[in-house]
């Protein structure tokens, strides 16, 4: 009876491990199919992993946004799940289609930052990376992009060289790291380099209207040069400019309008200043030579004389203050008329 009990069991374990693997070998395969787009824009997303929770099972999607998947059974839950958006789980419950809408991770965006070819979270960047938005330097009054720059970050000195107004300026990304291959920093427009070989008479950031900055980055260590090779071994300014968005249409008119003067001009002598000084050094001049001042003119040395002109002091005036005759006061104007708007439809 013992024996016959044992093999009773033992039957019964048998016949239930054969069902479990019956059923589940015969689990029918649902394909499920759909569309996974981009709240923002609408558009499908390529590369968008779908997998069924709890399992290796899955696969990505098309150049489209489209996948397709077998389901054992048409049951469990599918996980979306895309970089820079939000990840999505949605029960299958035995659906054919199953189109989903993705929203993007504003968290996740701003802890990425570019790096070369790739990205990296913020809190990994070992490079110094420093910024300044539009808004920052828009009220500054200054007639270039690269003025508006100084004293706005921290380790990047600009000063201006010549007194024209518009002319260039020098910039130093942590001070001078030269002596003969030049220590301006590479500047890159919208992704395009800008040569280095000018003159600081001209300066070709000036052809930018500053009201067309988006933003402005400036890489300030050796890590630049990963990027950029030897061109940004002095620092590298990223420009990026302000480009067209969709909303209602919108026209801004931006007006600068100022004065530009001598603040300290030199301090010079007068004509009769300069006259008493010159009758007084030909005299020293002539009295260490062994004579004396009140000697005429006919025993005195060529290069001590008296012109006739200073020989009656009185007659002298103030004569022409020529800074004053050449410097005056500029006026600068900048107007800038702005139209934007669209729709995300093309020809729209």
């Known amino acids: 009876m013992k024996a016959l009990f044992l093999s009773h069991a033992l039957y019964k374990a048998l016949t239930l491990i054969a069902v479990m693997g019956l059923s589940t070998s015969v689990l029918a395969q649902v394909p499920v199919s ?22 290796t099972l899955g696969t990505t999607t098309n150049a489209d946004g489209q996948y397709t998947l077998s389901i054992p059974g048409g049951g469990g839950t599918l996980v979306f799940s895309f970089i820079s958006y939000v990840t999505e789980e949605v029960p299958v419950n035995n659906r054919s289609v199953i189109d989903i809408s993705l929203v993007p991770d504003i968290k996740a965006l701003n802890e990425v930052v570019v790096v070369g070819y790739g990205t990296q979270k913020r809190g990994d960047v070992t490079g110094s990376v420093a910024s300044v938005s539009a808004e920052k330097i828009r009220n500054i009054p200054a007639a270039g992009l690269d003025q508006k720059l100084a004293g706005q970050l921290a380790g990047v000195q600009v000063s201006q060289t010549n007194g024209a107004p518009g002319a260039g300026v020098t910039v130093r990304v942590r001070g001078t790291g030269s002596i003969g291959a030049g220590n301006e920093p590479l500047y890159v427009i919208d992704g395009f380099p800008i040569e280095q070989s000018y003159d600081h008479d001209f300066n070709p950031l000036n052809t930018i209207n500053p009201g067309d900055i988006e933003s402005i980055e400036v890489l300030k260590d050796a890590s630049a040069t990963a990027i950029y090779g030897s061109r940004g071994a002095n620092g590298v300014v990223l420009i990026t400019t302000k480009t067209g968005k969709a909303g209602a249409a919108k026209i801004e008119l931006d007006v ?91 020809g729209t």
Do not use: C
């Open 256 to 346: 600068y309008t100022g004065l530009q003067e001598v603040i300290n001009k030199i301090d010079l002598m007068n004509a009769r200043e300069y006259a008493e000084m010159s009758v007084e050094a030909r005299n020293r001049a002539h009295v260490q030579g062994g004579g004396s001042a009140t000697d005429p003119n006919e025993v005195r040395d060529v290069g001590n004389r008296i012109p006739p002109a200073f020989q009656d002091l009185s007659g002298i005036g103030e004569g022409t203050d020529w800074q004053d005759a050449i410097f005056r006061v500029a006026p600068t104007q900048n107007y800038m008329l702005t139209a934007s708007g669209g729709t995300e439809k093309p």
């Open 34 to 55: 759909g569309k996974v787009t981009a709240q923002e824009s609408g558009s499908g997303l390529p590369g968008v992993n779908v997998l069924l929770k709890g399992t």
